[in-house]
């Protein structure tokens, strides 16, 4: 308790910049790492669109949600019955030849420049696929490097699950850890949602990557005070404590 008392003034150094790199693909180990999200659509846009930009009959309308806040919206219309997908890659409120697509079973893919503010911006590929008569989006790619935990350096890995392109959204992205050191990021005992605490080896962690995954905080705080803990440091089961904490993320994410 002492100890622990003591350890919650100390900030772990944080991993030098540059150590965690942006991986563009949709696996890790045989794994999807990727959450698609649905498109929220509705039977007007929420903007007109441009004269001369004439979409079906009966095509819904929406938009994709990137960047911080999701704040980047990026228009989508949808008509089903023709399969046809248009989205507004370059946000200039318009839909070119090159923003027209035929969405078939399989997902269509197009690069996007996604800002994550203090005036980085990165290119990332966007997936979009059917989902039921709509259609849901999802950002490709992870980022991966090392923490400093407990003097200790482990593997991490970040995906984003809430399909804004962002690696640092409380309860909606993910941290993977290998605290086990065997090379691979357990499903169950070795990842958590961004903004719980994590507890390993009698102390408890906090994770806090920039927006862009590039970039990864370790603080180091007691269970006594933590306020975004959704765990019992006390716990004498690891491994349960592990197993709810996901089960609770996943029934409230968009991951399916
Ligand atoms: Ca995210
Ligand atoms: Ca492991």
């Known amino acids: 308790m002492t100890l622990l008392l003591l350890s919650a003034a100390l900030v772990v150094p944080a991993t030098p910049p540059g150590d965690w790199r942006f991986v563009d693909e949709t696996t890790r180990d045989g794994r999807s790492v990727v959450a698609f999200r649905t498109v929220e659509l509705a039977d ?3 903007r007109p669109l441009d004269p001369s930009d004439k979409p079906p009959a009966g095509a819904k309308f929406g938009s994709v949600g990137v960047g911080p806040g999701g704040r980047q919206r990026l228009g989508v219309v ?44 990165h290119e990332r590929a966007v997936m979009i696929r059917r989902r039921g008569d709509g259609i849901a989006w999802a950002i490709r790619g992870y980022t991966i490097g090392n923490v400093t935990i407990n003097g200790k350096k482990v593997a991490g890995m970040l995906t984003d699950g809430d399909a804004d392109g962002c690696f640092d959204g409380a309860g909606a992205d993910r941290v993977w850890l290998d605290l086990d050191g065997d090379g691979r990021f357990d499903a169950l005992t070795e990842q958590f949602p961004l903004g719980t605490a994590i507890s390993t080896d009698g102390a408890a962690f906090l994770i806090r990557p920039a927006p862009d995954g590039l970039q990864v905080q370790v603080r180091e705080r007691p269970g ?23 089960t609770l993320a996943n029934s409230a994410n968009w991951s399916s």
């Open 224 to 246: 006594e005070n933590g306020t975004c803990g959704l765990m019992s440091f006390a716990s004498p089961r690891p491994e349960l404590r592990s197993y709810a904490q996901i």
């Open 78 to 121: 949808w008509h089903a019955a023709s399969s046809t997908l248009w989205f507004d890659e370059n946000g200039d409120g318009r839909f070119s030849a090159t923003e027209r697509h035929s969405l078939a079973d399989k997902p269509i893919e197009t690069k996007i420049a996604i800002s994550f503010g203090d005036g980085v911006k």
């Open 44 to 46: 007007a846009p929420t």
